[in-house]
């Protein structure tokens, strides 16, 4: 878990300390509480918004660091325990896979499941056609995902105008 501090690049006032991490899926449109200025969170992002190879190092990169971690870990003591000789090096380097192999599934699929509800609601809000401008306004790629209709569904109020897209396009997104 980290931490970052935001200020609003617009009046420059304190948005306090927020948590999380620098992958965190969510809605990356900030609107400052104090001046109302629209900037854009670097440490969020949509899900469309990362690129494939992003994608799949979002679900490997924290199973694979601990399977390799552990890796090191346990050969370590077991060089440790038996000292090396020619013919126990093999069963002292491969050995230690045959721990990390159920430790390294049970981290993806625990990975998988949690972050299923988030990406989830990041594929309904990039359906919303409105959404999908702001995002491209703030100049945020958007990468097709097989499957998946991006900003195919029209956010209109009762009275038939785009809801706050209009003040909301025509603002200057600021990247923070």
């Known amino acids: 878990m980290t931490y970052h501090y935001l200020k609003c690049p617009h009046c420059r006032h304190s948005l306090g300390r927020v948590t999380g991490h620098p992958s965190y899926i969510g809605n990356p449109i900030r609107k400052c509480p104090y001046c109302g200025g629209i900037y854009i969170d670097s440490f969020t992002r949509e899900w469309v918004t990362k ?7 979002y679900y490997i990169s924290w199973p694979l660091s ?3 971690l552990s890796y090191i870990l346990i050969t370590g003591i077991l060089i440790m325990i038996f000292k090396p000789n020619p013919s126990n090096v093999p069963y002292l380097l491969l050995s230690p896979l045959i721990c990390i192999i159920p430790l390294f599934c049970f981290i993806l699929k625990r990975q998988i499941t949690n ?3 988030e ?10 056609e409105s959404y999908v401008k702001l995002l491209e306004a703030a100049k945020l790629k958007i990468y097709p995902i097989k499957g998946v209709e991006i900003g195919t569904v029209k956010d209109y109020s009762e009275e038939g105008e785009p809801t706050e897209i209009k003040e909301t396009l025509s603002t200057t ?4």
Do not use: D, G, N, W
């Open 51 to 57: 690129s494939p190879f992003s994608r799949f190092t």
């Open 66 to 68: 601990c399977a390799f």
């Open 115 to 117: 972050t299923k509800e």
């Open 119 to 128: 990406i989830q609601q990041s594929l309904e809000r990039t359906k919303i």
């Open 173 to 176: 997104f600021v990247h923070h």
